[in-house]
């Protein structure tokens, strides 16, 4: 990376709560990628004013988190039909079926990433199709793009179409050598094992993905408590646990590096064992309103210590970009939230879920450069220029007025992605 300085306005989360705001800002990255100081220009360290100077007006942001999205249902967006089981039936088993077909496969996979970019998101948790090609192919795809993927052909062994079945020792086989072909083959690529969730597999397979995710120290992804029918399912599959939670912690996949995908609706004693395993969950708006999930109980969230982050999850979200995202988080709580909250689970609230909030998630000193500009209309807040805006007006405008097309430059670990 070339080293450089950029002059511009900086938001960047400290917490839910808190943000810093630095109206006439620097970011200085160096060779490494990694931030050398953010703060005020006029606080930059002299040493540091050798450094090529980049300037924009446009608001410089940490890039976004989307910690749950399904690569193979980028093009079933919008698909409307009814409830979580009958919308998998009836459009998604079908299109992931596709996936069989390389072509299909290497092409979807391109627009996937350069949509992902595009939106400013710069780490994304992926869900790959049960095809292992495809999922190689989605891989070799992220390490072009260039941003930090953390992704996982998924596993199931039951209750799904013939062609998207698998036995659990040929998807064990097939995931082993993906994870030794891709799991930190580059500083910006993990593997997370990715058991679709428990109505489509059985204890036996939901063991084998445990197993492979503590021999391998991979992530793990999956889906709980999403809808109401889909609980049911799940009592009727496993009447031995007393909770849909219970059956993953029967299987050992409740663990620190794990990723829940939605937990909506969870029984006291299931937050509880989500909390005390160290769970992280993916918080899935957009995707909840679009398929009349539920309400996402932010509040009981509020007083543990689980980590919660934002995910697009494309295809039931209908959009890969974080701004409608963010708003419906806002929306699904029925009342109106401060927009520190919203943006602090699309940043640092994703890398921590992630446990990578060393490394990214906040434009911090010791950071790698994972940012954003972001165009913020000039007319908002009757035309005052950008230093006279309280960082809650200037976030409510990210947060509630911006577009996809707002995003004007993107980095990875200081490296150029957009334009
Ligand atoms: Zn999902």
Request: hydrophobic share 40%; net charge negative; aromatic share 8%.
């Given at each position: 990376?070339q080293?450089?300085?950029?002059?511009?306005?900086?938001?960047?989360?400290?917490s839910?709560v808190e943000?810093?705001?630095?109206?006439?800002?620097?970011?200085?990255v160096?060779s490494?990628?990694?931030?050398?100081?953010?703060?005020?220009?006029?606080?930059?360290?002299?040493?540091l004013?050798?450094?090529?100077?980049?300037?924009?007006e446009?608001?410089?942001?940490?890039?976004?988190?989307?910690?749950?999205?399904?690569?193979?249902?980028?093009?079933?967006?919008?698909?409307?039909g009814?409830?979580l089981?009958?919308?998998?039936?009836?459009?998604?088993?079908p299109?992931?079926?596709r996936?069989?077909?390389?072509e299909?496969a290497?092409?979807?996979?391109?627009?996937?990433?350069?949509?992902?970019?595009?939106?400013?998101?710069t780490?994304?948790?992926?869900y790959?199709?049960?095809?292992?090609?495809?999922?190689?192919?989605?891989?070799?795809?992220?390490?072009?793009s260039g941003?930090?993927?953390?992704?996982?052909?998924?596993?199931?062994?039951?209750?799904?179409p013939?062609?998207?079945?698998?036995?659990?020792?040929?998807?064990?086989?097939?995931v082993?050598?993906?994870?030794e072909?891709?799991?930190?083959?580059s500083?910006k690529?993990w593997?997370?094992?990715?058991?679709?969730?428990?109505p489509?597999?059985t204890?036996?397979?939901?063991?084998?993905?445990?197993?492979?995710?503590?021999?391998?120290g991979?992530?793990?992804?999956?889906?709980?408590?999403?809808?109401?029918?889909?609980?049911?399912s799940?009592?009727?599959f496993?009447?031995?646990?007393?909770s849909?939670?219970?059956?993953?912690?029967?299987?050992?996949?409740?663990?620190?590096?794990?990723?829940?995908?939605?937990n909506?609706?969870?029984?006291?004693?299931?937050?509880?064992?989500?909390?005390?395993?160290?769970c992280?969950?993916?918080?899935?708006p957009?995707?909840?309103?679009?398929?009349?999930?539920?309400?996402?109980p932010?509040?009981?969230?509020?007083?543990?210590?689980i980590?919660?982050?934002?995910g697009?999850?494309?295809?039931?979200?209908?959009?890969?970009?974080?701004?409608?995202?963010?708003r419906?988080?806002?929306?699904?709580?029925?009342r109106s939230l401060?927009?520190?909250?919203?943006?602090?689970h699309?940043?640092?609230?994703?890398?921590?879920a992630?446990?990578?909030?060393?490394?990214?998630?906040?434009?911090?000193?010791?950071?790698?450069a994972?940012?954003?500009?972001?165009?913020?209309?000039?007319?908002?807040?009757?035309?005052?220029?950008?230093?006279?805006?309280?960082?809650?007006?200037?976030a409510?405008a990210?947060?509630?007025?911006?577009?996809?097309?707002?995003v004007?430059a993107?980095?990875?670990?200081?490296?150029?992605?957009?334009?």
């Amino acid at each position: 990376v070339q080293p450089f300085r950029i002059h511009a306005p900086l938001l960047t989360p400290i917490s839910p709560v808190e943000m810093r705001w630095h109206p006439d800002g620097v970011v200085a990255v160096d060779s490494d990628g990694c931030i050398l100081f953010s703060g005020d220009a006029r606080d930059i360290p002299e040493r540091l004013l050798s450094l090529e100077l980049l300037e924009t007006e446009d608001v410089l942001l940490p890039g976004f988190v989307d910690l749950h999205v399904h690569l193979p249902q980028y093009d079933c967006r919008g698909k409307f039909g009814a409830s979580l089981m009958e919308w998998l039936d009836r459009f998604i088993f079908p299109a992931e079926a596709r996936f069989a077909d390389p072509e299909i496969a290497r092409d979807t996979a391109q627009r996937f990433f350069a949509g992902l970019r595009d939106a400013g998101t710069t780490t994304a948790m992926v869900y790959s199709s049960v095809h292992a090609r495809a999922t190689d192919i989605a891989f070799e795809e992220a390490g072009r793009s260039g941003l930090r993927i953390v992704m996982g052909k998924v596993q199931m062994d039951r209750d799904v179409p013939e062609d998207l079945l698998e036995s659990v020792e040929q998807s064990t086989r097939e995931v082993i050598e993906l994870i030794e072909r891709w799991h930190r083959s580059s500083d910006k690529l993990w593997y997370a094992v990715t058991p679709r969730f428990a109505p489509t597999c059985t204890m036996e397979m939901l063991k084998a993905c445990a197993g492979l995710a503590v021999r391998y120290g991979t992530y793990i992804q999956t889906h709980i408590n999403e809808s109401t029918g889909e609980i049911a399912s799940v009592r009727e599959f496993f009447p031995g646990h007393a909770s849909y939670m219970d059956v993953y912690r029967d299987a050992g996949l409740l663990t620190d590096c794990t990723v829940l995908g939605h937990n909506i609706h969870p029984g006291d004693d299931e937050l509880r064992m989500c909390e005390e395993r160290g769970c992280a969950v993916a918080h899935c708006p957009d995707s909840n309103l679009f398929l009349g999930s539920g309400r996402f109980p932010l509040e009981r969230y509020s007083s543990t210590s689980i980590r919660v982050g934002l995910g697009s999850d494309v295809g039931a979200g209908t959009t890969l970009c974080m701004f409608p995202v963010m708003r419906s988080m806002s929306y699904v709580q029925g009342r109106s939230l401060h927009p520190f909250v919203p943006l602090y689970h699309a940043t640092l609230g994703g890398a921590r879920a992630l446990s990578l909030e060393g490394e990214i998630g906040s434009l911090d000193e010791g950071k790698l450069a994972d940012m954003i500009a972001v165009r913020v209309d000039r007319h908002f807040c009757g035309g005052k220029p950008l230093e006279q805006l309280k960082p809650l007006e200037i976030a409510s405008a990210l947060v509630y007025r911006s577009q996809p097309s707002d995003v004007t430059a993107v980095w990875v670990g200081g490296e150029r992605v957009l334009p």
